[in-house]
């Protein structure tokens, strides 16, 4: 990946179910806690599925974690400029059709670099 620290899919339910893991919740637990209908959580782990931003962001709030803190890996600490600290509390008062919108908006524009 040539230092590119991105989770992939894998790396990703690795990590969702890890947190699982730690709070021993099962995925019954972690679908109530985050909102979630349980197929959703289900599928995660079953069919392997890559979950969307707005499942990775409820999965958090269940763990009461940040999604900085949820990508981060073990140990590194991520210092967030002025700018970025603004633009994630305005991120945390928008509705999820917002945050989709938003989401859609930053992914096409780095897409078309």
Not at 44 to 67: D, G, H, K
Not at 81 to 91: I, V
């Amino acid at each position: 990946m040539d230092g590119d620290k991105r989770m992939d899919s894998m790396g990703i339910t690795t990590k969702i179910k890890r947190l699982m893991d730690e709070a021993d919740w099962t995925e019954y637990k972690l679908a109530k806690a985050a909102g979630l209908p349980q197929s959703t959580v289900s599928h995660l782990f079953r069919r392997n599925n890559a979950p969307n931003f707005a499942t990775v962001e409820a999965i958090c709030r269940a763990f009461s974690i940040t999604l900085a803190q949820f990508f981060s890996e073990e140990g590194e600490s991520i210092v967030l400029t002025e700018e970025q600290r603004k633009h994630l509390l305005q991120w945390g008062q928008m509705t999820n059709e917002q945050k989709e919108i938003i989401y859609n908006t930053i992914t096409q524009f780095v897409a078309d670099k």
